[in-house]
């Protein structure tokens, strides 16, 4: 994901390969984060690609027109339905605005370009119609609550210990609580990691560049969006207000997701991609140790910002 190349450029065949891991990880990224349909979010950027920017082929532009028809299908079924296609639909247009205004940025940034602009745009109308965010925020908590019942009620048919019944009802319980309060930062995560998907289908499909993303390991964005974190902790910190105590700590949670990614990157950087037992051994210890793994790989990342540890690893190395 540090291509930095024209939107239409050919393919280059010689950059290191990243294979399929890294879209397999945005998809489970996707997929796990997405409060609203993953679909949407990947394949809605996708088709507007298609569609705005050369080379437009003929089959790739029948199946983003069979997206966008396929998309709207069907009746309107509530607050959630008009709320994720209108989401999709105004990061779909700020990407395409961010790819083809800003070639000589990274694909990072023209991500973060692109959803910083969908979350202005989204927070004007919401501020001219403050109604509609109600609506939307009521219909989101109870979508997320809904979820964590379902799972409630999963595992407590099929558990016997009344005690860990109990640990688990009160762990979902602050989970959920959670969500609720942070769900528009997870959202950003799920649409960060779906325009960087879209974005590959539509080099592959587009431009047959066998290679869209280089590796993992070299993944960065601008230093100066430490700033944001920053400006998040004065909103948590001082005494705004319920709202904007609320925007500081989403601020907080998509940086810190940002920021694990980056200290991720410094890992493979400084030791290496590991092989397949290492990555399910890493798999398990995040699972059962994810807030340590988290705010470990957060720290690095920070860390990142004013040592480089890239750029001294490398200058070590003979």
């Known amino acids: 994901m540090s291509e930095q190349r024209s939107p239409t450029s ?38 507007f690609l298609m569609l705005a920017i050369p ?20 009746g309107p079924d509530g607050t959630l339905w008009w709320f994720s296609r209108g989401w999709s639909l105004i990061l779909s247009a700020w990407f395409v605005l961010a ?12 991500a973060l370009t692109a959803l910083g602009g969908a979350m202005a745009s989204a927070g004007a109308l919401f ?77 592959r499909l587009s431009l047959r560049d066998p290679q869209p993303f280089g590796r993992l390991r070299d993944f960065r964005f601008s230093d100066h969006l430490v700033w944001v974190v920053i400006a998040g902790l004065l909103l948590v910190v001082l005494p705004f207000g319920t709202a904007l105590t609320r925007t500081g700590g989403n601020l907080l949670a998509f940086m810190g997701a940002l920021y694990a990614l980056r200290g991720f990157a410094v890992m493979l950087w400084l030791f290496g991609a590991p092989g397949v037992i290492g990555a399910v051994f890493g798999a398990i210890v ?20 004013w040592l480089n540890l890239r750029a001294r690893q490398t200058s070590k190395e003979p």
């Open 10 to 47: 050919p393919p280059t065949h010689q950059r290191p390969s990243s294979g399929w891991g890294v879209p397999v990880v945005l998809g489970f990224i996707t997929m796990g984060f997405s409060t609203v349909s993953p679909a949407l979010l990947i394949l809605l950027p996708l088709a």
């Open 55 to 74: 080379p437009r082929r003929l089959w790739p532009v029948a199946v983003a027109v069979a997206v966008l028809v396929a998309s709207f299908a069907g």
């Open 99 to 110: 790819v083809w205004m800003l070639p000589h940025l990274s694909l990072t940034m023209r």
């Open 127 to 203: 501020l001219v119609n403050r109604d509609g965010w109600r609506r939307v925020d009521w219909s989101m908590t109870q979508h997320l609550r809904n979820g964590a019942a379902d799972i409630r009620a999963f595992w407590m048919a099929r558990l016997e210990d009344e005690r860990f019944k109990g640990e688990m009802s009160n762990a979902l319980d602050r989970f959920a609580d959670w969500q609720t309060f942070a769900y528009p930062a997870i959202l950003a995560v799920a649409s960060f990691s779906a325009l960087a998907l879209a974005w590959w289908f539509w080099r």
């Open 286 to 305: 995040f699972l059962l140790l994810y807030p340590v793994v988290m705010v470990t790989t957060m720290m690095i990342g920070l860390t990142d910002t």
